[in-house]
């Protein structure tokens, strides 16, 4: 026993940087907001049927829109993973925009579309949003599976869905699972989307906490569906824990060894992946064509306040605090993200007891699944003890926006550090070398990808992120997000113009962000 002791120190201590960051910045004030609220009244809340039925319908929904973009970004995953073909980074950088764009904005693309609302709508747009997490995640694992292992099935007789079934599939699971944990967070905690497609008769627990929490003054309900959510969020990330646990596993080999042009019934998937891409277009080029409407009004209005000064900084002071806390918020949360996979991964490898390593995991992941609200409440209640009073501070941005990243750097990193053939890190060790350089050698060069997929889809995020922030950016240091929202909340033409020319620049910046990194990516990791 003494003997495995010093193995654990490396990964014990990469593990207490991510942990301490969510004990201080998310269990301390989650707590201290549950804690205040609760009291004689959460038993009557949990105790009626119409919480019970909010609860169903959130579950529900959720699970609709993940397993609708899980459908949708596998064949994308496809296109991106397996294909050489002119136009995929073009595919890759249209997935990505949906993802970043705040939610009250596509909640009016979709009423557009749809201007009945109800169930579908919500739907169909909250797997709008989450395409590009299936994509992005299952096509870093899927580009270097070794695809040798389903040619050989299909060389035995298997047909080519027969081979993708019981060959290729189970080694995709874990990124498979990991994805769909994701989107069903997301889709579970989404705010602006069913707030405006709901009609006042859709509600979910996001919706009505805030409901509660800000034009009820009902903390002890608020609190009661907190519990809730919570508690929800734990089962769903135990389900995935479990189903990770059972993942096979792989050998990793280099991307330019597992792409080649789409043979056969391969053109059907790439079709398919095509009509996808489209699909995610409609809304987009709505809501370009909406910015243009007046037309150029709402570009030119970017450089003042908006109509009658109703904001305090210009569109394009609101762009610099966008990409200012983005920036903060993608180091901070690439550090912890990191270090916390290298953790999982170092206690896997120890041999430390499974329910250990899923534990870390699932700590990780729980910022994912609580409301905004009652975080952001919660940052305002417990701070003041902190030295500096962070609650009045610019630093609170990129804090809040760090805990929403990071659990999307884990879930991008692990599936591939979890795939690397542990026999390439034992022969490195045999030959001397230490176990820094093993990690230099061997696991960074096949994680580089995944590492700038991680980078550029956490910037982004930061970038569109407007739950938490809306709750805690100071009218002087508004970010982007925050400034559309506002606008579209108040009266004037000019400020509905406004808001959508500053939705299309934000997604330019999106667009330009993507292409930089993938050109940053090829260069870098076009060897493998």
Same mark, same amino acid.
Do not use: K
């Given at each position: 026993?003494?003997?495995?002791?010093?193995?654990?120190?490396?990964?014990?201590?990469?593990?207490?940087?991510?942990?301490?960051?969510?004990?201080?910045?998310?269990?301390?004030?989650?707590?201290?907001?549950?804690?205040?609220?609760?009291?004689?009244?959460?038993?009557?809340?949990?105790?009626?049927?119409?919480?019970?039925?909010?609860?169903?319908?959130?579950?529900?929904?959720?699970?609709?829109?993940?397993?609708?973009?899980?459908?949708?970004?596998?064949?994308?995953?496809?296109?991106?993973?397996?294909?050489?073909?002119?136009?995929?980074?073009?595919?890759?950088?249209?997935?990505?925009?949906?993802?970043?764009?705040?939610?009250?904005?596509?909640?009016?693309?979709?009423?557009?579309?749809?201007?009945?609302?109800?169930?579908?709508?919500?739907?169909?747009?909250?797997?709008?949003?989450?395409?590009?997490?299936?994509?992005?995640?299952?096509?870093?694992?899927?580009?270097?599976?070794?695809? @040798?292992?389903?040619?050989?099935?299909?060389?035995?007789?298997?047909?080519?869905?027969?081979?993708?079934?019981?060959?290729?599939?189970?080694?995709?699971?874990?990124?498979?699972?990991?994805?769909?944990?994701?989107?069903?967070?997301?889709?579970?905690?989404?705010?602006?989307?069913?707030?405006?497609?709901?009609?006042?008769?859709?509600?979910?627990?996001?919706?009505?906490?805030?409901?509660?929490?800000?034009?009820?003054?009902?903390?002890?309900?608020?609190?009661?569906?907190?519990?809730?959510?919570?508690?929800?969020?734990?089962?769903?990330?135990?389900?995935?824990?479990?189903?990770?646990? @059972?993942?096979?596993?792989?050998?990793?080999?280099?991307?330019?060894?597992?792409?080649?042009?789409?043979?056969?019934?391969?053109?059907?998937?790439?079709?398919?992946?095509?009509?996808?891409?489209?699909?995610?277009?409609? *809304?987009?080029?709505?809501?370009?064509?909406?910015?243009?409407?007046?037309?150029?009004?709402?570009?030119?209005?970017?450089?003042?306040?908006?109509?009658?000064?109703?904001?305090?900084?210009?569109?394009?002071?609101?762009?610099?605090?966008?990409?200012?806390?983005?920036?903060?918020?993608?180091?901070?949360?690439?550090?912890?993200?990191?270090?916390?996979?290298?953790?999982?991964?170092?206690?896997? @490898?120890?041999?430390?007891?499974?329910?250990?390593?899923?534990?870390?995991?699932?700590?990780?992941?729980?910022?994912?699944?609580?409301?905004?609200?009652?975080?952001?409440?919660?940052?305002?209640?417990?701070?003041?003890?902190? *030295?500096?009073?962070?609650?009045?501070?610019?630093?609170?941005?990129?804090?809040?926006?760090?805990?929403?990243?990071?659990?999307?750097?884990?879930?991008?990193?692990?599936?591939?550090?979890?795939?690397?053939?542990?026999?390439?890190?034992?022969?490195?060790?045999?030959?001397?070398?230490?176990?820094?350089?093993?990690?230099?050698?061997?696991?960074?060069?096949?994680?580089?990808?995944?590492?700038?997929?991680?980078?550029?889809?956490?910037?982004?995020?930061?970038?569109?992120?407007?739950?938490?922030?809306?709750?805690?950016?100071?009218?002087?240091?508004?970010?982007?997000?925050?400034?559309?929202?506002?606008?579209?909340?108040?009266?004037?033409?000019?400020?509905?113009?406004?808001?959508?020319?500053?939705?299309?620049?934000?997604?330019?910046?999106?667009?330009?962000?993507?292409?930089?990194?993938?050109?940053?990516?090829?260069?870098?990791?076009?060897?493998?």
């Amino acid at each position: 026993m003494a003997r495995g002791r010093p193995g654990l120190i490396a990964p014990v201590a990469a593990a207490v940087l991510p942990l301490g960051f969510l004990a201080v910045f998310f269990l301390w004030p989650v707590a201290a907001i549950i804690r205040l609220g609760l009291g004689p009244g959460v038993g009557a809340v949990l105790g009626r049927a119409e919480t019970w039925g909010i609860l169903g319908f959130t579950l529900g929904q959720a699970a609709a829109a993940t397993v609708v973009a899980v459908l949708a970004g596998l064949p994308v995953a496809f296109l991106l993973a397996r294909t050489s073909l002119r136009g995929n980074g073009f595919v890759r950088t249209v997935v990505m925009v949906p993802f970043v764009l705040p939610t009250v904005v596509v909640g009016l693309a979709f009423r557009s579309l749809l201007p009945a609302g109800g169930p579908v709508a919500i739907v169909l747009a909250n797997a709008f949003f989450n395409v590009a997490v299936v994509a992005r995640t299952v096509s870093g694992l899927w580009s270097h599976v070794d695809r @040798r292992a389903e040619d050989a099935a299909r060389s035995l007789g298997a047909s080519r869905w027969r081979a993708f079934t019981s060959v290729t599939l189970p080694m995709l699971r874990p990124a498979i699972g990991s994805s769909a944990a994701v989107v069903f967070l997301f889709c579970a905690t989404s705010f602006g989307v069913v707030l405006l497609l709901g009609g006042g008769e859709y509600a979910t627990l996001e919706t009505e906490i805030y409901l509660r929490t800000v034009e009820m003054l009902d903390l002890p309900g608020a609190a009661a569906l907190s519990l809730l959510q919570v508690g929800a969020v734990v089962a769903v990330l135990v389900i995935g824990a479990v189903t990770r646990r @059972r993942a096979t596993s792989l050998r990793l080999r280099g991307r330019a060894e597992t792409a080649r042009r789409p043979v056969g019934g391969e053109w059907g998937v790439v079709a398919a992946a095509w009509v996808v891409v489209v699909a995610l277009l409609v *809304p987009i080029g709505s809501l370009v064509a909406r910015s243009f409407s007046g037309g150029l009004a709402g570009y030119r209005a970017m450089t003042g306040t908006g109509y009658r000064g109703s904001l305090q900084v210009t569109g394009w002071e609101a762009i610099d605090n966008s990409l200012r806390a983005a920036t903060d918020a993608t180091l901070l949360a690439l550090v912890l993200g990191v270090l916390a996979s290298v953790a999982v991964v170092s206690l896997g @490898r120890a041999r430390i007891r499974p329910s250990v390593v899923e534990t870390v995991d699932t700590a990780m992941m729980l910022p994912l699944g609580v409301s905004a609200v009652t975080v952001g409440f919660g940052y305002l209640v417990t701070l003041d003890a902190l *030295p500096g009073d962070l609650r009045t501070s610019p630093v609170l941005v990129p804090l809040a926006q760090a805990l929403v990243v990071t659990p999307l750097v884990i879930r991008m990193l692990l599936p591939v550090l979890r795939a690397i053939d542990n026999r390439l890190r034992q022969a490195a060790a045999t030959l001397g070398a230490a176990p820094w350089r093993v990690w230099r050698e061997i696991d960074v060069p096949l994680a580089a990808r995944a590492l700038l997929g991680a980078t550029a889809f956490g910037y982004v995020v930061a970038l569109g992120e407007f739950g938490a922030t809306s709750f805690l950016a100071r009218p002087d240091t508004a970010t982007l997000p925050v400034v559309i929202g506002r606008l579209v909340a108040r009266p004037g033409e000019l400020n509905n113009q406004m808001a959508y020319a500053a939705c299309t620049l934000l997604m330019l910046v999106t667009a330009a962000i993507v292409i930089i990194v993938d050109r940053l990516r090829v260069s870098s990791v076009g060897e493998f």
